[in-house]
């Protein structure tokens, strides 16, 4: 499935201490959590972008924890447009960097948490050796992965994990 993403979305704003894993579509039905491209003025592609989407009416809106992080990647693309370009959203953001590792381990909850303990360990190594190595544009990045990590919307992703799947 592939989404539009128009700059008018880029108004609305995201509160961490709401997350409804359970949102339903103005049309009543149940929207699912998958993993998909987004389009970008047409010439920007990302792909595994989580996305919310009702399999009734074919709504679809991005997912409120990632939000933020995609917005502030598209105003960094504006500057390369019109140029082709073809991303991948899970190499940049660590809430779909976990759903699409546990699509392809087909990880229950606790295979969920194994994969975030595993993330976070990973990051705190290289945070070390970016410390090390006197990197502070590294050491940022790290932490700002970090920080998604910790935050705790990611609860609410784990939480839909025990409820049901994420689907792709």
């Known amino acids: ?9 880029e108004a609305e704003r995201y509160d961490p201490g709401v997350v409804n894993m359970d949102k339903r579509c103005s049309c009543g039905h149940q929207m699912e959590l998958k993993l998909s491209t987004v389009v970008f003025k ?18 679809s809106e991005i997912f409120p924890p990632v939000k933020p992080c ?19 959203f899970d190499e940049r953001n660590e809430i ?17 948490r194994r994969l975030i303990e595993e993330r976070i360990n990973e990051l705190l190594d290289m945070l070390l050796l970016a410390r090390s190595l006197e990197d ?33």
């Open 1 to 9: 499935m592939r989404v539009e993403m128009v700059e008018g979305n």
């Open 136 to 168: 502070q544009e590294w050491v940022d990045d790290i932490q700002q992965k970090l920080v998604q990590l910790t935050d705790k919307t990611l609860a609410a992703v784990i939480i839909s994990f025990s409820r049901n799947r994420i689907n792709r």
């Open 96 to 112: 779909a960097r976990i759903i699409q590792l546990q699509q392809k381990q087909e990880a229950g909850v606790e295979g969920v």
């Open 42 to 59: 047409k010439n920007a592609e990302i792909e595994n972008v989580p996305v919310l989407i009702c399999d009734t009416c074919n709504h």
């Open 70 to 88: 995609l917005v502030s990647l598209l105003g960094r693309l504006k500057a390369l447009l019109p140029e082709k370009i073809h991303l991948r």
